[in-house]
Nanobody, 116 residues
Framework: QVQLAESGGGLVQPGGSLSLSCVASGSIVRVYAMAWYRQAPGNRRDLVAAISSSGNTNYADSVKGRFTISRDNAKNTVYLQMNSLKPEDTAVYYC??????????WGQGTQVTVSS
């Protein structure tokens, strides 16, 4: 069983930055991709960014050029650096480890609020 623990959310003004972290309890996650999703009230949970086990990345169009996903396999950790934040980035951000052929794993989520 893998457990994911996110941290780093909070309140920030528009144009500001936040850095999220997600630590996985098991080293097996090193062989899997890791991803960040977000869900705003009344909306579906959408992919924000993903990173493969080898470091290849992809981003939602809405965050390209502003957000950066990275991982440290030695620490079983994935990061999301968020710059130039906008009010529409406000959401609960979730860490995910997708597992082919299985449900995968989700973190409990961390709130990010962008407001003046």
């Amino acid at each position: 069983q893998v457990q994911l623990a996110e941290s780093g959310g909070g309140l920030v003004q528009p144009g500001g930055s936040l850095s999220l972290s997600c630590v996985a309890s098991g080293s097996i996650v090193r062989v899997y991709a890791m991803a960040w999703y977000r869900q705003a009230p009344g909306n579906r949970r959408d992919l924000v960014a993903a990173i493969s086990s080898s470091g290849n990345t992809n981003y939602a169009d809405s965050v390209k050029g502003r957000f950066t996903i990275s991982r440290d396999n030695a620490k079983n950790t994935v990061y999301l650096q968020m710059n130039s934040l906008k009010p529409e980035d406000t959401a609960v951000y979730y860490c995910r480890v997708p597992v082919p052929g299985a449900p995968g794993y989700w973190g409990q989520g961390t709130q990010v609020t962008v407001s003046s």
